[in-house]
């Protein structure tokens, strides 16, 4: 594989991205086409997708003899080597932080793992960040629905296979059933590498906050049964969504494998709590506090929670809110909330700075249904700030799974029930019963250490390859 010498941007017209640097750039490619969101235009990336792959089947079916060879030669059980791809990591989002984490801790303790996908049409090179995650030049790309600043994208697969030539491997694990991963996927079984899959987005409810048209989301629903049934096993993060899964994803029972996530909890503490935050300072108050960290956007219930802050406000002055992330609903919401002076913007925040922010707030708002864990729900806990989730979605099992209360699970969108709390919140904020629930918040995340969840995932990997020995 040929890299320019010079760390560059990858020709990058975004702002970078706080915390990840540019160590290597590929060689200059012919930029694919970049299409507008739409339903028909969907489409066009496909037969993009379908493109890459039909001119490269030889090479593949080279490679597929190589493969042969490796199995036969590997040493020992141990001996194994992974890819996570997902076509998201160009972004900032819970998958691609969560994979950032988990890859080089993997590699810290020895393991050969990689982790892949696609640069975005912002860059006129694909690149390498951070010395370990290599993001290919793409082949073409799309805006996804719904979301302004995120997008669908194909690499070319030419440079794939090249990259597995110098660094062969035994699994691969697809992290969303996106355009590009269904690319890489195919062309990964037809070499001989075992493909399973990782049920990371709730693909059929954000279709259906998001899609307007029913044929659409009919079809996205099919793609998503097609592709999952075919990519197994699927790893499931909860038993909600194993459910979801087989209900309807169609995947069969035995075919679904959960093994909960986990975050680097040193990255958190309640220790920060009282320590000056650099950002909003002079605004911030000392009312009680509440807090959002993710994306601004309607799949994750925004409109909601903006309707709820409204009407308890109503009642009680004694309380503000804070919202931490960026996304393309962030101009409405501050548009609605500009006469709301107890709501703060924070923008994107990462590293100590969001530690501070969540050690800071009180209580952690989370009404999303969409979510298919939440990381944003264990670093709360891991700050000592109990948190508020909704019946739906993964988020709810981190609750309920506690051995002391450390929140609370609501029904979702009832108001009513989510206002009464929130009154609540403030009736036992400063007393024992609190102090004992953010106490009770740290201990629980314990439970969703990066060790645990990482070395889990491994050995699950090993049984993949060899069923003999599990």
Request: contains cysteine; charged residues 25%.
């Amino acid at each position: 594989m040929n890299f320019s010498r010079k760390p560059l941007n990858g020709g990058d017209t975004r702002p970078p991205i706080k915390e990840r640097t540019v160590t290597s750039v590929f060689k200059n490619m012919k930029r694919g086409p970049h299409y507008r969101p739409g339903n028909v235009r969907t489409t066009m990336l496909l037969m993009q997708v379908f493109w890459q792959w039909l001119i490269n089947v030889p090479t593949m079916l080279k490679m597929r003899k190589a493969q042969k060879l490796r199995k036969k030669n590997r040493k020992t059980d141990d001996d194994i080597s992974v890819i996570f791809y997902s076509d998201n990591l160009d972004e900032i989002n819970g998958i691609a932080n969560s994979l950032r984490s988990v890859v080089p801790y993997l590699k810290s303790k020895g393991k050969k793992a990689q982790l892949w996908g696609s640069a975005f049409n912002t860059r006129s090179n694909g690149v390498v960040e951070d010395g370990y995650v290599v993001l290919f030049p793409r082949a073409a790309s799309m805006e996804q629905l719904g979301y302004a600043d995120s997008e669908l994208a194909a690499p070319y697969l030419a440079p794939v296979l090249k990259m597995l030539k110098r660094y062969p491997a035994d699994l691969m694990e697809l992290e969303t059933p996106s355009p590009g991963a269904w690319l890489v996927g195919a062309a990964a079984k037809i070499i001989g590498i075992k493909v399973l899959s990782h049920y990371r987005t709730d693909v059929p409810s954000y279709t259906r906050s998001l899609v307007k048209e029913a044929w659409m989301r009919s079809y996205v629903l099919w793609l998503m049964q097609v592709f999952y049934r075919n990519i197994t096993p699927v790893i499931s993060p909860c038993e909600a969504y194993r459910k979801i899964l087989q209900t309807e994803i169609k995947v069969n029972s035995k075919d679904i494998k959960i093994l909960p996530r986990g975050i680097p909890l040193e990255n958190f503490s309640p220790n920060y709590r009282n320590s000056q935050l650099s950002t909003l300072n002079s605004q911030l108050s000392h009312k009680i506090r509440f807090l959002y960290v993710g994306r601004i956007s309607v799949e994750k219930d925004i409109p909601f929670l903006e309707t709820l802050w409204k009407e308890f406000c109503l009642e009680n002055q004694n309380a503000e809110l804070v919202f931490v992330g960026g996304g393309w609903y962030l101009k409405t919401l501050k548009e609605d909330m500009k006469d709301c002076s107890n709501v703060h913007f924070a923008g994107v925040k990462a590293g100590k700075e969001l530690a501070e922010y969540y050690a800071n707030a009180d209580f952690f708002l989370f009404p999303s249904a969409t979510d298919t864990f939440g990381n944003v729900i264990v670093e709360s806990l891991a700050s000592g700030t109990p948190v508020l989730v909704t019946d739906k979605g993964g988020p709810q099992d981190i609750i309920r799974n506690a051995e002391e209360k450390c929140g609370w699970v609501l029904p979702f969108r009832d108001l009513s029930a989510w206002k009464q709390q929130l009154k609540q919140c403030c009736e036992i904020f400063g007393t024992p019963e609190y102090e004992q629930m953010r106490n009770a918040s740290t201990e629980h995340s314990k439970n969703y250490t990066l060790e645990k969840m990482a070395n889990a995932q491994w050995e699950f990997f090993k049984e993949q390859l060899n069923p003999c020995s599990a």
